[in-house]
Every structure is written in structure tokens, then in C-alpha cells.
């Protein structure tokens, strides 16, 4: 059977997810969004609102969330995921071309993406739905929860563990052996240097805890 690609999601996230897919020389039927009607990108169509995945044989196709990781969207991101997993629908991982992946990395859930220039180096492991984006890098040994984003051109130097819905935002750095607790916020810019509790934001250099996070 012929798999084909369809993108959930129609906005600046869902381009780079079609840059990611077109790059490594895949081909994409389409794309689902609400609001966002047209091409998306390289004729790319508009199939229509996510209930046009309901006439979609779920074993035709694997999905690619396209929808972004910041503010409410990150919760919004975790849940379509989850809500098109229980009808049956399978996630792709999602690598761009000009990305380094290490051969010796370990285990990756479905729906992995690898944006442009990132690097993931040997024995990391990831959770579903995990977002690398551009130019982000991983070092060896990390272990990265179900649902987290790791934003442009942040850092986890070796060994961090990351529990699920973390956002480590752009540009933040977090030192090597940390461990962050689920739903925690590192804010961009910021250098992690000692362990966070779940729930928390973090900002500055070296990172403080702000505030809690309600759940």
C-alpha cells in the first residue's frame, strides 16, 4: 500500500513541517486546518478542517502535526496528537535534510521532528510527539519526554532529562547532567544550571525560578 503524508495544521509551523518533508524528498497529499485555506506551500492543498480526517483511511496515511509549540498551542499541540492517536492515526517523524541525527541514538517515538540544522547526537532518546526545531542542539545521552519542544537554537548539553511538555525556549542553554521536571517553561536566553521542579518557569543567567505554573 502507498503511505502518504498529510500535514494537520496550516500555519508557519506546518510551512517548516513541509519544508522538513519536501527537503528529505517526500511527497505530501495535503494538509488539514480550520482556517488557513489555499496552498501551503510547493502546491500543497487545502483538504479542508481536521473532520475531513474522518473520510481519510487511517491506514493510508501517516499524519505530521503541524501545529506550533508556543503559549496555549503547546497544550493544543499535545492534545490533537493524542485525540488522532485514539481514532487510529499514526504520526511520521519528520527530519529535515540539512539536520544531523547520530546513527547511535537511541529510541525516538512517533511523530519526531528534526528541523533544519539541528543536531541530535548519540544515545539520546525521545519521547512521542517531540519537537527539535532549527538549528537546536542535543547532546549525547539526553532523555527527552513525550511532547516537548526544544526551540531554535537552544542547547542541552549531555546528559539532561527532560519530563514531558517542556518547553526550553529559544536560545536557552541548559548544562549538562540538569533534569527538568514535566511542564516546566526554561524562557529564551535563559542558562540552566541547576535541576527544576515540574510546573515551573525559569528565566535569566544564571536561570531563577520565576513562579509556578498552574497545571
Same mark, same amino acid.
Given at each position: 500500500?502507498?503511505?502518504? &503524508?498529510?500535514?494537520?495544521?496550516?500555519?508557519?509551523?506546518? &510551512?517548516?513541517?513541509?519544508?522538513? &518533508?519536501?527537503?528529505?524528498?517526500?511527497?505530501?497529499?495535503?494538509?488539514?486546518?480550520?482556517? #488557513?485555506?489555499?496552498?501551503?506551500?510547493?502546491?500543497?492543498?487545502?483538504?479542508?478542517?481536521?473532520?475531513?480526517?474522518?473520510?481519510?483511511?487511517?491506514?493510508?496515511?501517516?499524519?505530521? #502535526?503541524?501545529?506550533?509549540?508556543?503559549?496555549?498551542?503547546?497544550? &493544543?499541540?499535545?492534545?490533537?496528537? !493524542?485525540?488522532?492517536?485514539?481514532?487510529?492515526?499514526?504520526?511520521?517523524?519528520?527530519?529535515? =535534510?540539512?539536520?544531523?541525527?547520530?546513527?547511535?541514538?537511541? /529510541?525516538?517515538?512517533?511523530?519526531?521532528?528534526?528541523?533544519?540544522?539541528?543536531?541530535?547526537? =548519540?544515545?539520546? !532518546?525521545?519521547?512521542? #510527539?517531540?519537537?527539535?526545531?532549527?538549528? =537546536?542542539?542535543?547532546?549525547?545521552?539526553?532523555?527527552?519526554?513525550?511532547?516537548?519542544?526544544?526551540?531554535?537554537?537552544?542547547?542541552?548539553?549531555?546528559?539532561?532529562?527532560?519530563? !514531558?511538555?517542556?518547553?526550553?525556549?529559544?536560545?536557552?542553554?541548559?548544562?549538562?547532567?540538569?533534569?527538568?521536571?514535566?511542564?516546566?517553561?526554561?524562557?529564551?536566553? =535563559?542558562?540552566?544550571?541547576? #535541576?527544576? /521542579?515540574?510546573?515551573?518557569?525559569?528565566?535569566?543567567?544564571?536561570?531563577?525560578?520565576?513562579?509556578?505554573?498552574?497545571?
Amino acid at each position: 500500500m502507498n503511505i502518504e &503524508l498529510v500535514i494537520v495544521g496550516g500555519g508557519g509551523h506546518a &510551512l517548516s513541517i513541509a519544508d522538513a &518533508l519536501l527537503s528529505a524528498g517526500l511527497s505530501v497529499r495535503g494538509y488539514t486546518d480550520p482556517r #488557513n485555506q489555499g496552498q501551503l506551500a510547493a502546491g500543497i492543498p487545502w483538504l479542508g478542517d481536521d473532520s475531513e480526517l474522518a473520510f481519510i483511511d487511517m491506514h493510508s496515511v501517516r499524519l505530521c #502535526n503541524g501545529i506550533g509549540s508556543v503559549g496555549n498551542d503547546q497544550h &493544543l499541540r499535545r492534545s490533537i496528537y !493524542e485525540q488522532l492517536k485514539l481514532k487510529g492515526f499514526s504520526f511520521t517523524q519528520a527530519v529535515h =535534510a540539512s539536520a544531523s541525527v547520530s546513527p547511535l541514538a537511541g /529510541e525516538f517515538g512517533q511523530g519526531l521532528q528534526v528541523l533544519a540544522k539541528a543536531c541530535v547526537n =548519540a544515545a539520546t !532518546e525521545c519521547g512521542e #510527539n517531540v519537537l527539535i526545531n532549527t538549528g =537546536a542542539i542535543v547532546e549525547h545521552g539526553c532523555r527527552i519526554g513525550s511532547h516537548c519542544h526544544i526551540a531554535s537554537g537552544a542547547i542541552l548539553c549531555g546528559d539532561v532529562e527532560l519530563g !514531558e511538555e517542556v518547553h526550553i525556549g529559544a536560545g536557552a542553554t541548559v548544562i549538562q547532567g540538569v533534569s527538568i521536571g514535566s511542564g516546566a517553561v526554561i524562557a529564551a536566553g =535563559a542558562v540552566v544550571t541547576e #535541576n527544576v /521542579e515540574p510546573l515551573t518557569l525559569v528565566a535569566g543567567v544564571p536561570g531563577k525560578v520565576k513562579r509556578k505554573i498552574e497545571s
